[in-house]
């Protein structure tokens, strides 16, 4: 590696010290790095569950080696990914409904920014929800989260978990893929589906809506003129070719108004928040 280039690297990797609580949480992501850099290496603790301190948090988290979990972690406590929402005044004790929930970073994010809210958090990886539940609990004054084992799709059916990329990207598939592992079976279920489960009225609104469920964002919003009109704001990731064109067309189909606002923009990826007129 060109010594410049070495130097940059070096500056970054320090400059990332202030996000973490202590040293020892900074130290954890670097190894972590080196674990996914070296996959074959003979190093330890691949897969341990650690715990983690962010500078954005006052309760720690836990977090797994050789894992996507820091990423995570990153995106959401050091890069402010849900910053549009958090900024919100939801009330005191809002519906929070978080599609993809993962190892429960963006659910422990709803539970300080509202400590009040009743958070149903969807997950169809059983590690995953597992980690979500037991992140969760560092939060004992906010209410559990309802944590439901499902993947999320347009219409009710058996699918399989193509577990294939990182924990984060986990995704949903109707079969294992030509020459691919076949994953686990899970449920699939619409959204009305994930309410009843989880015991929510029928007709209480949801005053935010986390959508990150790795291309099947496209089924959801194909299909979700029963239900969009409870939504009164969503955070939702699309996976290309899905876009916010795609998107906008689905909500006005469903005969829904929501504003669109680009809160980040890659390649193939598009984060977008959808607001109400009137609720903002």
């Known amino acids: 590696m060109p010594i410049r280039r070495l130097i940059r690297v070096l500056g970054e990797r320090l400059s990332e010290r202030r996000r973490y609580g202590d040293v020892r949480s900074w130290l954890l992501d670097l190894y972590n790095r080196v674990l996914l850099r070296f996959p074959g290496a003979p190093l330890p603790g691949r897969g341990r569950v650690c715990r983690v301190r962010m500078a954005a948090s006052r309760e720690p988290f836990l977090a797994r080696l050789y894992s996507s979990d820091f990423s995570v972690l990153n995106e959401i406590y050091a890069c402010d990914e849900y910053a549009a929402c958090t900024r919100l005044d939801l009330g005191p004790a809002p519906l929070i409904v978080d599609l993809g929930a993962n190892a429960g970073y963006s659910v422990r994010c709803w539970q300080e920014t509202w400590p009040g809210a009743t958070v149903v958090a969807v997950e169809p990886d059983a590690a995953n929800a597992a980690l979500c539940r037991r992140n969760a609990a560092a939060m004992p004054d906010a209410p559990a989260p309802v944590v439901i084992e499902a993947c999320v799709a347009g219409r009710a059916r058996?699918?399989?978990?193509?577990?294939?990329?990182?924990?984060?990207?986990y995704s949903m598939r109707d079969d294992a893929g030509a020459g691919a592992?076949?994953?686990?079976?899970?449920?699939?279920?619409?959204?009305?589906?994930?309410?009843?489960?989880?015991?929510?009225?029928?007709?209480r609104a949801i005053d935010l809506l986390k959508c990150d469920i790795e291309g099947a964002e496209r089924e959801v919003f194909e299909h979700c003129a029963d239900w969009l009109g409870r939504v009164r704001r969503a955070v939702v990731e699309l996976h290309a070719p899905y876009d916010l064109e795609r998107l906008r067309a689905d909500v006005e189909r469903a005969g829904q108004r929501f504003d669109f606002t680009v809160c980040k923009q890659s390649a193939g990826l598009q984060v977008v928040f959808l607001s109400r007129p009137d609720a903002h």
């Not at 076949?182 to 009843?196: F, R």
């Open 181 to 203: 592992p076949a994953g686990p079976a899970v449920d699939a279920l619409t959204l009305p589906d994930v309410l009843g489960r989880a015991g929510v009225d029928p007709a």
């Open 158 to 169: 058996r699918v399989t978990l193509d577990k294939a990329e990182w924990e984060w990207a």
